[in-house]
């Protein structure tokens, strides 16, 4: 298997609903599937791989927002994604699991067999997605990457990704460096994917650009970010990676809500808006911006319509509508933003939101040029 493809076509994922992780309203459990039925998981996978979609792209997190986000099943519970992938890869052929690990909680070795794994039992078909943050783990774990600052973690990260390096190419490890120090040989398997297999990151800040253009193949920014600014921040990293003969492309999430005609979409689009719960909004705003931010200051800042967006669609960019409008929400990230990677969070989830998707959208993405089947081509990113 091809598993990384040289075309310059749009990649299209689900980012798995591998915790109601992007509609933060208490209705959000009772509207979808049982998220604790390892069916609900595995039927969604082969509903996407029927639909057409490329990949699934799982987050990960350690910690709840708050009690509040606990209370309505908000991020919480949470299934760690490697270990859900293993169970998607069995039921599937084709399509791409990304899975996402934490550098500041896993060894490299540790990582270096997840993967191994992973990639092996599906036939090529992993990718990592790299984070070296502890803001989603502060405090759980006390290890020595909670008492170094953002950069150094980064510092660290790049070390694992060359110890990666070194234990995927099957070879003997001799390794001394600042922050691990490894020797042996790792026990099979290898990779199928050489190598390396994907790699993703999703880091905005100088030091996760560097990173992105020193390891990534892709890089996530949220959906609603600014053309110029999403413009801006790919000339940096394309210019630090083409130092090294690399190229990275640019991935980002969209929140879909597909009906048959716009009204349809936006009557539903309204109904479950109305329904985010605005404390725990409060309490994700307080947890991605600073530790320190109280709610007075979080809800002085927000109106009470943009919490209910950040509710509705957290950082995606809003394709809700009917198929034109969602495809040209799609086909304008493409041709305008440069977009070559969309992670879809669907509010409502259901296998059969995917279906529809897949039935309406879709085609409209092959007719304008920018996605092909992936039935017609050998890999999936
Ligand atoms: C679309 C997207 C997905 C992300 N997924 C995760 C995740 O699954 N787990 C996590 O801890 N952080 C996640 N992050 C946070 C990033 O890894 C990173 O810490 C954050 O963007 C801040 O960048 P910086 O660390 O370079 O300052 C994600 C960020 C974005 C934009």
Aim: hydrophobic share 40%; net charge negative.
């Amino acid at each position: 298997m091809k598993a990384k493809g040289t075309d310059n076509g749009l990649r299209v994922g689900l980012f798995h609903p591998n915790a109601n992780v992007h509609f933060g309203s208490a209705r959000s459990p009772e509207l979808n599937p049982d998220l604790l039925d390892i069916q609900t998981h595995t039927n969604l996978a082969s509903a996407c791989e029927a639909a057409g979609f490329d990949y699934l792209f799982m987050a990960d997190s350690w910690l709840p927002y708050g009690p509040e986000s606990s209370r309505i099943g908000w991020r919480d519970p949470y299934l760690f994604s490697p270990i859900l992938g293993g169970a998607i890869a069995a039921v599937t052929r084709r399509i791409g699991i990304i899975t996402t690990i934490h550098t500041s909680l896993f060894h490299p070795v540790q990582v270096a067999r997840m993967g191994a794994t992973l990639d092996a039992l599906s036939g090529g078909r992993w990718g990592l997605n790299v984070v070296t943050g502890t803001s989603s783990s502060a405090g759980l774990i006390s290890n020595e990457f909670g008492r170094i600052d953002h950069d150094a973690r980064y510092d660290a990260a790049h070390e694992a990704m060359a110890l990666l390096r070194a234990l995927w190419s099957g070879e003997q490890v001799d390794h001394e460096g600042p922050y691990y120090q490894v020797h042996g040989k790792v026990v099979g398997p290898r990779t199928v994917q050489r190598p390396m297999p994907l790699i993703v990151s999703a880091g905005a800040s100088p030091a996760g650009r560097r990173f992105a253009a020193h390891h990534a193949d892709t890089i996530f920014m949220p959906g609603r970010t600014p053309r110029e600014t999403l413009h801006a921040a790919m000339d940096d990293i394309g210019a630090q990676a083409a130092e090294r003969g690399r190229k990275v492309s640019l991935q980002v999430h969209v929140s879909v809500l597909v009906r048959e005609a716009d009204a349809e979409a936006d009557r539903v689009s309204a109904d479950l808006k109305a329904s985010v719960h605005l404390p725990a909004v409060a309490e994700y705003l307080k947890f991605i911006s600073a530790l320190s931010t109280t709610y007075e200051d979080i809800y002085a800042r927000y109106s009470e319509n943009d919490m209910r967006q950040v509710g509705l669609v957290s950082g995606g960019l809003q394709a809700h509508g009917g198929p034109d409008r969602v495809a040209a929400t799609l086909i304008g990230l493409y041709r305008e933003y440069g977009v070559r990677g969309v992670a879809l969070t669907f509010p409502l989830w259901h296998p059969s939101e995917v279906e529809l998707f897949g039935r309406l959208v879709l085609p409209r993405l092959a007719e304008a040029g920018i996605w092909v089947h992936p039935a017609d081509r050998d890999w999936c990113w």
